[in-house]
Nanobody, 115 residues
Framework: VTLVESGGGSVHVGASLRLSCAVS????????AAWFRQAPGKEREQVAR????????YYSDSVKGRFTISKDNAKDTFDLQMDDLKPEDTAVYYC?????????WGQGTQVTVSS
């Protein structure tokens, strides 16, 4: 399974960005898709996840109500729509897919939010 991310960038407070993760390979055995982020000097944290079929979604308290995870089943891509961005959202964002028995990571994309 290979994951390729796109969509990061530098924006001002209150702006929106959409990250996308293109998944190729054995997506038939994938069961979970997620987005993580890692800010300088901090641990990597999960900000959103969803079951591969989209039936259940989870958001961390820090992004709930501002970020939305979604999946395009026809294209095997999943996105993270980020609205009302804040400086504390600045981090490298990684997409993540769980299959049986492995998990896979994207290369990371930088998101910088300035005031």
């Amino acid at each position: 399974v290979t994951l390729v991310e796109s969509g990061g960038g530098s924006v001002h407070v209150g702006a929106s960005l959409r990250l996308s993760c293109a998944v190729s390979g054995r997506t038939d055995i994938a069961y979970l898709a997620a987005w993580f982020r890692q800010a300088p000097g901090k641990e990597r944290e999960q900000v959103a996840r969803m079951t591969w079929n989209g039936s259940a979604k989870y958001y961390s308290d820090s992004v709930k109500g501002r970020f939305t995870i979604s999946k395009d089943n026809a294209k095997d891509t999943f996105d993270l729509q980020m609205d009302d961005l804040k400086p504390e959202d600045t981090a490298v964002y990684y997409c993540n897919v769980h299959t049986v028995p492995h998990e896979y990571w994207g290369q990371g994309t930088q998101v910088t939010v300035s005031s």
